[in-house]
């Protein structure tokens, strides 16, 4: 099985997270780590002088609040708590989940995918763009 499994989620979407949960713990086996991670927009690169101050505030407010819905997903898994690994960071979804699976030598990504529509396929979505830009195998669970 996969050692390393480095599973992005949108914690503000917790249902197509679970879709994922029982695929990336089967993909784990026993031994494996599964990493939660979750990506906010990067807004400091905005920022203008004046709303900085506010703007870091609010960045905090918002990496708290999803490191406590990565908590309350980790409750979702079978698994003993020190092997899901919860992580957030700030920028692109793409960027930061290719960074992280670089980063942490992750042998998979598995995300959730909502079911596709009209407007995913014409806008594209998260799912979609990690797919095309991965440096590593992806499982998408619908």
Avoid at 9 to 24: G, L, N
Avoid at 28 to 35: F, K, L, R, S, V
Wanted: glycine share 4%; charged share 25%.
């Amino acid at each position: 099985m996969y050692n390393k499994i480095l599973m992005p989620v949108d914690v503000f979407e917790m249902d197509v997270s679970d879709k994922a949960i029982k695929h990336a713990e089967f993909l784990a086996g026993e031994d494996g780590t599964i990493y939660l991670l979750h990506v906010l927009p990067q807004s400091s690169k905005l920022i203008m002088h004046g709303f900085a101050h506010d703007l870091r505030r609010f960045e905090e407010h918002l990496e708290k609040e999803a490191e406590s819905r990565l908590e309350q997903m980790r409750e979702r898994f079978t698994f003993p708590p020190e092997r899901v690994v919860p992580l957030v960071r700030f920028g692109s979804v793409r960027d930061e989940v290719n960074q992280a699976a670089e980063d942490l030598d992750a042998c998979v990504i598995v995300i959730g995918s909502k079911n596709p529509s009209i407007a995913t396929h014409l806008l594209g979505s998260n799912a979609a763009t990690i797919v095309r830009h991965a440096k590593k195998p992806v499982f998408v669970v619908r």
